[in-house]
């Protein structure tokens, strides 16, 4: 399989952060009152350390991700000071962890996008990863560590900050516990949030989408309203989206997946939502629908959506569904994937196939930190339980709607003019890491889908 992959790529300081050090850190530089008025006023920007505090605090509290942009220097140099040597520095951005996984799960060929490519960067990434580069007066494909860089340029860091079910830290008299592991993730990287895309990138995709099986596409969450040199947010969407449609004008073959990211713009997710007329399929996790700007104010099915309550779940993917050009939505959560779809989009049994890959993948790489290749995947369920709660809510789609139980625990069902199959996630007790999981089952899911795809067209 040749896939695109665009458009970040970064490096991610990966921390594990401990209640009583966050405790300390506010109290020993007098921040107390400053970041408890942060968090009862959040900007969900970051401005200043009591901004990176409030944020990584009401993300603990509510066991849930988040990801804030870096606006100042001096905070990027703090975080940098405290937490980067100790960390573990691993590939970001969801370009970038995408495209590995593909590689280690045995695609041909995966070309990214690398506006801020470095050496430390190209070490990171895998084996069949490849980015265009203008060799003797041709357009080529090598891989990042043979393309000539003389010097290392500056890269994007994703300070990254792991939390456990359980942990609790006391800021004055108010104390914050975690009821769900998850993650905060504070990033620096101006050339990644505006989506800057390597013309060489540019130009070979345009040239060649004949040639590719697929596309994933991610980053748009980074987006800001407006840059520096004048442009905004639309001028980017606009642009990037154009040359998807042409993509898909040369190859309308051509399968375009999006995942979504967490926006803190609504402004911004409206009008790319609006614009996906290039693009067959949305992935997002339960946050990220329960904030997507679609949904309107249905304070209801937000809060059933927030509960992983598997209706809920549905019924705000068919409305992303209505609302678009899209065929496609796919919600992972921690406890279950569902997938919605148009009838005759995909076999039902075939997406259930690549959603179980999939959950495996994620599973495979929660337990070990590391993509163990395919082969131990295709045999890692041995020794893992399905998620019960997740069970519990796939079943429920038997109870609500017409349908059948497949094998490996999925579900099928029809909901009005969609088709929906659910897959319980495999429980690691004791995940490594939680950061790149819905990465991890997104790419290998994708993988899936298009060589089920090409063994029904051969």
Excluded at 51 to 74: N, Q, T, V
Excluded at 81 to 86: G, I
Excluded at 250 to 258: I, S
Aim: charged fraction near 25%; include cysteine; charge should be negative.
């Amino acid at each position: 399989m040749r896939i695109i992959c665009g458009y970040t790529v970064n490096l991610d300081s990966v921390t594990t952060i401990r209640g009583d050090l966050v405790a300390g850190m506010i109290a020993d530089r007098g921040l107390t009152e400053r970041v408890l008025e942060r968090v009862s006023s959040p900007r969900e920007k970051i401005y200043d350390v009591e901004d990176f505090f409030s944020g990584l605090l009401l993300s603990m509290e509510r066991g849930s991700g988040a990801e804030w942009l870096i606006f100042d220097h001096k905070v990027f140099d703090f975080l940098k000071e405290h937490f980067f040597e100790e960390s573990r520095v691993i590939l970001g951005g969801n370009s970038g962890n995408m495209a590995n996984v593909l590689s280690d799960l045995g695609a041909e060929e995966i070309v990214i996008n690398t506006e801020s490519h470095s050496k430390a960067l190209g070490d990171l990434l895998g084996c069949s990863v490849r980015i265009p580069k203008r060799m003797d007066g041709r357009l080529v494909l090598v891989h990042p560590m043979d393309a000539g860089f003389e010097v290392d340029r500056d890269v994007g860091i994703h300070f990254v900050f792991n939390f456990n079910r359980g942990t609790r830290v006391m800021v004055g008299d108010m104390a914050f516990v975690v009821p769900h592991d998850d993650r905060f993730i504070a990033t620096y990287d101006p050339a990644n949030i505006a989506l800057v895309m390597n013309p060489e990138f540019e130009e070979y995709c345009e040239r060649f989408a004949p040639n590719f099986d697929g596309a994933i596409l991610s980053g748009f969450h980074l987006l800001l309203i407006e840059y520096s040199d004048g442009t905004t947010y639309k001028d980017k969407i606009d642009r990037l989206l154009r040359h998807v449609s042409s993509w898909k004008n040369r190859n309308p073959h051509l399968f375009v997946h999006l995942e979504l990211g967490y926006f803190n713009s609504v402004v911004v997710e409206s009008y790319l939502l609006d614009r996906l007329s290039g693009v067959d399929s949305l992935g997002m996790n339960e946050i990220e629908l329960a904030r997507c700007s679609l949904l309107g104010d249905d304070a209801r099915l937000r809060s059933h959506i927030d509960n992983l309550d598997i209706k809920g779940i549905v019924e705000g993917a068919s409305g992303v569904l209505s609302l678009t050009d899209l065929s496609r939505v796919c919600v992972h959560t921690g406890e279950f994937v569902v997938s919605v779809f148009k009838s005759g989009f995909i076999d039902p049994s075939d997406e259930a196939q690549a959603l179980e890959f999939g959950v495996r993948a994620a599973a495979s790489y929660a337990e070990t930190g590391r993509h163990l290749g395919r082969d131990r995947i295709e045999q890692f369920p041995h020794g893992f339980s399905l998620s019960r709660g997740g069970r519990v809510e796939v079943l429920e789609l038997l109870k609500l709607y017409s349908g059948c139980e497949l094998a490996g625990g999925s579900c099928f069902a029809e909901v009005e003019d969609y088709c929906v199959v659910g897959v319980p996630v495999l429980r690691c007790e004791t995940p490594v890491t939680t950061v790149g999981l819905g990465d991890t089952f997104t790419a290998a899911t994708f993988l899936r889908e298009l060589e089920l795809a090409k063994n029904k067209s051969s």
